[in-house]
């Protein structure tokens, strides 16, 4: 994977200021990444239960 020069200097200002909690630029790429990915948010039901909401939300009169 290829970066630019000028945001790898800017990871390494925030690996500098990071109190050691990061060591390295790949760590915290890392890290950055990882949180990134955790907060995909998950669907809260399947396209199949959608339409299944859907139908009943039909039949009560709420939808057309």
Same mark, same amino acid.
């Given at each position: 994977?290829?970066?630019?020069?000028?945001?790898?200097?800017?990871? #390494?200002?925030?690996?500098? @200021?990071? /109190?050691? $909690?990061? %060591?390295?630029?790949?760590?915290?790429?890392?890290?950055?990444?990882?949180?990134?990915?955790?907060?995909?948010?998950? #669907?809260?039901?399947?396209? @199949?239960? /959608?339409? $299944?909401? %859907?139908?009943?939300?039909?039949?009560?009169?709420?939808?057309?």
């Amino acid at each position: 994977m290829n970066i630019s020069k000028e945001l790898v200097d800017e990871i #390494q200002r925030r690996v500098d @200021e990071s /109190g050691g $909690e990061f %060591k390295t630029v790949e760590e915290h790429v890392e890290f950055v990444l990882t949180e990134l990915l955790k907060d995909e948010p998950e #669907q809260a039901y399947t396209p @199949e239960e /959608g339409e $299944e909401i %859907k139908e009943r939300l039909r039949r009560l009169g709420y939808i057309q």
